[in-house]
């Protein structure tokens, strides 16, 4: 007997979880599908959100009406921004959160949204008619007739779990199954999968730890929130919890030295790439040997439980090992393992499959996201499903998918690197990877892309609201601290006070700003009349009126580029037939299959003088 829904979603992770959000909030009968109901909104890794170009994500994700960000807010531990040293193009916020918590409201979320239904089930088969998706198929035999489906399926496809001699086919957590039959299925529809690798390190039991010995780090206050649905006092009154900070030392390097062997990774056990950015302790030893020592965070993994996550300390050595490396750190020579490290393989797809609205060029109505599309991170995930599921809906309902630049997200930046350029490791997002880094701050993650969310129906009434209000605040502010001037009298004690040139004549607020070492704080006292306004609203314009100038001059590169992104391709463009194109560019562009001139340009192998060739065979120069 055949069921019915309009989108299946193949896994509830954190990308499962915003595209199953998404595609039922824009009104899609939508089937969420997961192997185990008590794994949905998982943390296997360190249960924390956000960090040195994730956080970016997560305020974009809550700026186009998903999930994470507030749900993030409701569970922290401890909320800290990081690069604070440096310029606000690369300021992130990172925050510990509550693992168990989280994964219970977001349950509870799914559980109660409209259009919505959960179903614990393993999915083994997608299955088409004339290259389009026409149903899935689980273990118990049930066939799902749908329209759409989105493979989310994070590290469980075919997975393997590796702790030195031993492996075994096991997911995340080295005791949720392993999906088997569905990555054989995906080749049997001519998909090319690759083989990746991720791992984390032990947990241990907090009360077997001597934090004396440890560096401690608090929580920053005052903590702007990651949603526009979160009062900025939110953790008022709440006592953040601690984290701490660890170093390896010399014993520790020649404890894994003298067992590497015995490691999966160097025994030759692992086939999979491992992520470049998120290293096992190991292979940091290998990679930086003239390093005396690693820096380690020892972060809680939970309101009510005692485990504790060593950031910094992954490892697929044998459990005796890891043993002996714990107790060689200052504060652990006495710590307990509760869960030991381990190393995990998955299959994932080659996301030069993909379009950049992530549906599959061979399959249509077949989407991908996650880990599945060769990423590493909550964060990641979570945005490549938002904007696979909303993509999915929207195709539904006849309309054209919702395709971010590069130039307006970090979300646009992170899937046109899949799709364009693939990635032959777990791809991580960092600020580096953005031309556009001073466009796409945190604070106005919701100015640039509330407006897309809301047209596209993923905003609420109650989120839009509050983005209006924001901006209203924000430019009344900005026109303030133009407008108002005052007399060198005013100013020049002050100035001369915090060791900088007084002024000549009357300056407005907005110029002395843009000095370096002043900021929107530090005015205050020269400033009588400022009104009360949220930190949110502060922030941005603050760096808006500060960075003025730079970012008039990154708008100006924006618009350069933009001509080539509105050249578009035709996707039945026979590459080979153009003459003058290199016989390696025209591999390229037929393998990507780019919608645009721009998307062409930045292709590997693909030079100035090959888009030359392809814009004269156009007609477009």
């Known amino acids: 007997m055949s069921k019915f829904t309009d989108i299946a979603i193949i896994g509830a992770g954190h990308a499962g979880i915003e595209a199953a959000l998404a595609a039922a909030r824009t009104g899609a009968d939508t089937v969420l599908f997961t192997m185990s109901l008590e794994s949905i909104a998982n943390m296997p890794c360190n249960p924390s959100i956000g960090g040195t170009g994730k956080g970016h994500l997560v305020y974009e994700i809550d700026a186009l009406g998903g999930e994470m960000g507030r749900v993030s807010d409701l569970v922290t531990l401890q909320s800290r921004t990081l690069n604070l040293g440096k310029g606000a193009a690369v300021h992130s916020k990172r925050v510990q959160a509550d693992r168990k918590a989280y994964h219970r409201i977001m349950k509870e979320v799914l559980e109660n949204t409209d259009n919505l239904r959960l179903v614990q089930a393993e999915i083994v088969a997608v299955n088409?008619?004339?290259?389009?998706?026409?149903?899935?198929?689980?273990?118990?035999?049930?066939?799902?007739?749908?329209?759409?489906?989105?493979?989310?399926?994070?590290?469980?496809?075919?997975?393997?779990?590796?702790?030195?001699?031993?492996?075994?086919?096991?997911?995340?957590?080295?005791?949720?199954?392993?999906?088997?039959?569905?990555?054989?299925?995906?080749?049997?529809?001519?998909?090319?999968?690759?083989?990746?690798?991720?791992?984390?390190?032990?947990?241990?039991?907090?009360r077997s730890i001597d934090f004396s010995e440890l560096e401690r780090q608090e929580g920053e206050t005052p903590v702007i929130p990651y949603s526009i649905l979160t009062e900025e006092g939110f953790l008022d009154g709440k006592e953040q919890l601690p984290c701490h900070i660890v170093y390896t030392n010399g014993e520790t390097h020649r404890i894994i030295r003298d067992n590497i062997t015995r490691s999966a990774m160097y025994s030759g056990q692992i086939h999979g790439t491992g992520p470049r950015y998120c290293p096992s302790i190991e292979d940091k030893l290998v990679r930086f040997a003239d390093k005396e020592r690693h820096q380690l965070f020892v972060e809680p993994v939970g309101a009510d439980t005692e485990e504790m996550y060593i950031q910094g300390f992954s490892t697929s050595l044998p459990v005796d090992v890891q043993h002996e490396m714990l107790h060689s750190l200052k504060g652990f020579s006495k710590a307990e393992v509760m869960r030991y490290a381990y190393a995990i393989e998955y299959d994932c797809i080659d996301p030069t499959q993909l379009y950049a609205s992530l549906e599959c060029k061979t399959v249509e109505g077949l989407y991908g996201a996650g880990q599945f599309n060769g990423t590493s991170g909550y964060e990641e995930a979570a945005a490549q499903g938002l904007i696979a599921g909303l993509n999915a809906s929207l195709k539904l309902q006849g309309k054209e998918p919702l395709v971010l630049a590069r130039s307006e997200s970090y979300i646009g930046t992170l899937i046109d690197d899949l799709v364009t350029k693939g990635t032959n490791e777990p791809y991580r997002m960092m600020t580096s990877r953005s031309e556009y880094r001073l466009l796409l701050r945190q604070d106005n993650a919701d100015l640039r892309l509330t407006p897309k969310g809301y047209a596209a129906g993923l905003i609420s009434e109650e989120r839009y609201a509050a983005f209006l209000e924001k901006q209203r605040l924000t430019e009344k502010e900005m026109a303030r601290l133009r407008n108002t001037h005052y007399s060198p009298e005013h100013c020049n004690g002050f100035l001369t006070a915090h060791g900088m040139t007084p002024v000549a004549s009357g300056v407005s607020l907005a110029d002395l700003l843009r000095r370096p070492n002043?900021?929107?704080?530090?005015?205050?006292?020269?400033?009588?009349?400022?009104?009360?306004?949220?930190?949110?609203?502060?922030?941005?314009?603050?760096?808006?009126?500060?960075?003025?100038?730079?970012?008039?001059?990154?708008?100006?590169?924006?618009?350069?580029?933009?001509?080539?992104?509105?050249?578009?391709?035709?996707?039945?463009?026979?590459?080979?037939?153009?003459?003058?194109?290199?016989?390696?560019?025209?591999?390229?562009?037929?393998?990507?299959?780019?919608?645009?001139?721009?998307q062409a340009s930045r292709i590997s192998g693909v030079n100035p003088a090959d888009i030359s060739v392809l814009l004269i065979y156009l007609g477009l120069y």
């Open 128 to 206: 088409t008619e004339n290259g389009r998706v026409t149903s899935v198929t689980t273990r118990l035999g049930e066939v799902w007739r749908c329209q759409c489906a989105v493979i989310c399926t994070g590290t469980y496809l075919d997975s393997r779990i590796f702790v030195g001699d031993v492996n075994y086919e096991s997911g995340p957590d080295g005791f949720l199954a392993a999906s088997a039959g569905l990555s054989q299925s995906l080749r049997d529809l001519g998909l090319r999968l690759m083989r990746f690798k991720t791992g984390t390190p032990a947990r241990v039991n907090r």
């Open 518 to 598: 002043l900021t929107y704080e530090m005015l205050a006292e020269i400033d009588p009349d400022r009104p009360s306004l949220p930190l949110r609203v502060v922030t941005t314009a603050e760096v808006s009126i500060k960075y003025e100038g730079y970012i008039k001059r990154q708008l100006s590169e924006v618009q350069r580029h933009e001509r080539l992104e509105a050249k578009r391709l035709p996707l039945n463009l026979d590459y080979s037939a153009i003459r003058g194109l290199r016989l390696e560019a025209a591999q390229k562009l037929e393998k990507v299959k780019p919608l645009t001139v721009g």
